[in-house]
């Protein structure tokens, strides 16, 4: 079997993924919900049990900045739908979806996503990375385009968080 496009993949997941990681070691809850300028999209109760994101179709313009819950929340969900229209059953909603409020659980929620993307990569080969998959928005897309996908969206967000954690710290030390 081929599995040089694979593995490739797969070093590029990991690499993307050990970079993410390292940026997001010992948030704490007043880092995560940090809002750095006034105005901004986050993660908020909805006057009940649930929480939710910030979000609006169409987006407003210029869109809101994003908090740092926002971005790693966003990251999650991500993960999660795209595991579910690419290999699970294609049944559940953003609105399904179970919105953590604190650093270590978004973190968490996260990496469960990210375990299974990954699983459904490590069960590929070269040829597998061809096949059709189905998003969330109802396109089908090559197997490949949805890890790679998930690559540019864990280096895109885990580069703003890095950046808005330095600004974290810059901003408690004045």
Same mark, same amino acid.
């Given at each position: 079997? %081929?599995?040089?496009?694979? %593995? ?8 993307? #993924? ?9 948030? $704490?809850?007043?880092? =995560?919900?940090?809002?750095?300028? &006034?105005?901004?999209? +986050? *993660? ?10 910030? !979000? @609006? ?7 809101? =900045?994003?908090?740092?819950?926002? /971005?790693?929340?966003?990251?999650? $969900?991500?993960? #999660?739908? !795209? !595991?579910? !229209? @690419? =290999?699970? &059953? ?11 409020? +604190? @650093?270590?659980? @978004? ?29 969330? #928005?109802?396109?089908? #897309?090559?197997?490949?385009?949805? =890890?790679?996908?998930? *690559? $540019? ?11 808005? /954690?330095?600004?974290? /710290?810059? $901003?408690?030390?004045?």
């Amino acid at each position: 079997m %081929n599995h040089i496009a694979t %593995n490739l993949l797969k070093d590029q997941t990991d690499e993307a #993924w050990k970079n993410l990681t390292g940026l997001l070691e010992n948030m $704490s809850d007043d880092e =995560f919900f940090w809002e750095p300028v &006034p105005n901004c999209w +986050t *993660v908020h109760s909805d006057d009940g049990d649930r929480w939710v994101v910030d !979000y @609006a179709k169409p987006a407003p313009d210029p869109p809101p =900045f994003t908090t740092i819950c926002w /971005r790693l929340v966003h990251l999650a $969900s991500c993960k #999660w739908m !795209y !595991y579910e !229209y @690419a =290999f699970g &059953p294609a049944e559940l909603t953003w609105d399904d979806l179970d919105v953590p409020h +604190t @650093a270590h659980d @978004a973190i968490s929620w996260l990496t469960d996503g990210h375990k299974l993307l990954r699983e459904s990569l490590d069960g590929m080969n070269d040829d597998g990375l061809s096949e059709m998959r189905f998003t969330n #928005w109802g396109d089908s #897309w090559p197997t490949w385009r949805i =890890f790679w996908t998930m *690559v $540019s969206h864990d280096l895109h967000h885990g580069a703003e968080i890095g950046c808005l /954690r330095d600004l974290y /710290r810059a $901003s408690q030390h004045k």
